[in-house]
C-alpha cells in the first residue's frame, strides 16, 4: 500500500519559514520524481517545486523561486520543501505528489494535504 503522509505546515506569521516533510512508503522512492503542488481557496492545484530521483537538477514554480528549496532523502524516501519569507499568497494546502519517471510514467501517488498558513 503506497501511501505519502506531509507533515510540517501549520500558521506563521509573514517573513516567517516553514519546513514540510513528505514520508512515502509502499513504492520504490528512486523512480518517482517527487513534486510539491499547492492550492488556495477559490484557485487551482499548482505545482510548486519538483526534483528528480537523482536530485541533480530542480524546478520551481516562478511566484518561489529564491525564497523554497525542495530537497530529497532516498535513504529515508522523504521529500522536504523549506519554504522562507513566506507571504500571505502563500496561503494554501500543500500536496506531495510521486510521479513515476519513465518507463513507469503511468504511477502517480498524491498525500492527503498539509494546511499552511501566513497570517498576521
Known amino acids: 500500500q503506497v501511501q505519502l503522509v506531509e507533515s510540517g505546515g501549520g500558521l506563521v506569521q509573514p517573513g516567517g519559514s516553514l519546513r514540510l516533510s513528505c514520508a512515502t512508503s509502499g513504492l520504490t522512492f528512486t523512480i518517482y520524481v517527487m513534486n510539491w503542488y499547492r492550492q488556495a481557496p477559490g484557485k487551482e492545484r499548482e505545482l510548486v517545486a519538483g526534483?528528480?530521483?537523482?536530485?541533480?537538477?530542480?524546478n520551481y514554480a516562478d511566484s518561489v523561486k529564491g525564497r523554497f528549496t525542495i530537497s530529497r532523502d532516498n535513504a529515508k524516501n522523504t521529500v522536504y520543501l523549506q519554504m522562507n519569507s513566506l507571504k500571505p499568497e502563500d496561503t494554501a494546502v500543500y500536496y506531495c505528489n510521486a510521479q513515476g519517471q519513465w518507463p513507469y510514467r503511468n504511477l502517480n501517488y498524491w498525500g492527503q494535504g498539509t494546511q499552511v498558513t501566513v497570517s498576521s
Open positions: 526534483i528528480p530521483s537523482d536530485g541533480a537538477s530542480t
